[in-house]
């Protein structure tokens, strides 16, 4: 059971999610979503995608070099993913409050036989200047992003560079089920392009888009609940439901699958990707079915 006091934060959220309704309603016709706004220098750029068969081309895959907090220097490319190489996923868990888990970004990364490794990360999508906020996002401050970058960058400048714990936890699905994940993850981004959405703090956010591409694909393995709207408890949700690739209790995957200071080690390592999953050169490569070893050099 939760404790009091976490049982008196879920019913004031619950309070919020009642007045939904009445704050987007008042919201909507204030403004209407656009692409083509100031935006801050992280979110200038969508990508582009184009499915070919087995071949996923991805423009403007973002791979920015972090020096430190919000000190960066900008680069996007264009990648080339073979589907029929998708082997890995993980969850990304950022909780952003000490005390309390509740907020929190999350997003998901995905792992290839080819050793590459990229993010795709949902976020509020900011103009110059502006600051995100939780009531902004109800009131239709801030358009949608599927960032879609390299993991030195979205993992890394969280992980290295930020003042909250980042978590790594690798899934357990079968390679077809991540396959259809990372496919409409991208078809996302790219409707996106044409069709901008806003963001909403509680509706259209990080972990309620990722659950919605999880359920398409195996309805209702995520059961609905507060869990969208205070993130930071998701690991606990995905453990219970079997979703972690771990036999660690809680406690035992929170402090195996936290990465900071191995993100700070390794932050201009080659491998960077491998060695943020820590001490086991499998933990990047497992998954449920079928057992795919694929780091280069590695045998069991």
Not at 118 to 135: D, H, T
Request: proline share 6%; glycine share 6%.
């Amino acid at each position: 059971m939760p404790s009091s006091a976490v049982r008196r934060r879920l019913c004031a959220a619950a309070a919020l999610v009642a007045c939904v309704p009445v704050i987007a309603i008042a919201a909507s016709g204030l403004r209407h979503p656009r692409a083509d706004r100031a935006w801050i220098e992280p979110h200038a750029r969508m990508p582009a995608v184009r499915l070919e068969g087995h071949l996923a081309r991805v423009s403007d895959v973002r791979d920015f070099h972090f020096a430190g907090a919000g000190r960066y220097t900008p680069a996007y490319h264009d990648r080339v993913y073979d589907l029929d190489k998708l082997v890995s996923a993980a969850f990304v868990l950022t909780p952003f409050s000490a005390s309390w888990r509740g907020p929190a970004h999350s997003f998901v990364t995905f792992g290839f036989a080819d050793s590459q490794f990229v993010s795709i990360s949902v976020e509020a999508r900011r103009e110059r200047g502006e600051e995100y906020g939780l009531v902004g996002g109800l009131l239709n401050r801030y358009e949608l992003i599927y960032v879609v970058g390299d993991e030195r960058d979205v993992i890394g400048q969280r992980a290295s560079y930020g003042a909250d714990p980042v978590y790594l936890y690798p899934i357990r699905a079968p390679r077809e089920r991540i396959r259809q994940v990372f496919v409409e993850m991208l078809r996302r981004a790219e409707a996106l392009r044409e069709h901008p959405e806003f963001y909403n703090t509680l509706t259209n956010n990080c972990t309620s888009n990722v659950i919605a591409h999880v359920n398409h694909v195996t309805p209702h393995r995520i059961p609905g609940g507060l869990a969208t709207i205070l993130p930071g408890y998701t690991d606990e949700v995905a453990l219970r439901l079997g979703l972690i690739d771990t036999e660690l209790d809680l406690a035992g995957a929170r402090t195996r699958f936290r990465i900071n200071e191995r993100a700070r080690r390794f932050a201009n390592a080659p491998d960077y990707s491998f060695r943020i999953r820590g001490d086991d050169p499998l933990s990047a490569t497992r998954i449920a079915e079928p057992q795919t070893l694929w780091r280069p050099g590695v045998t069991r």
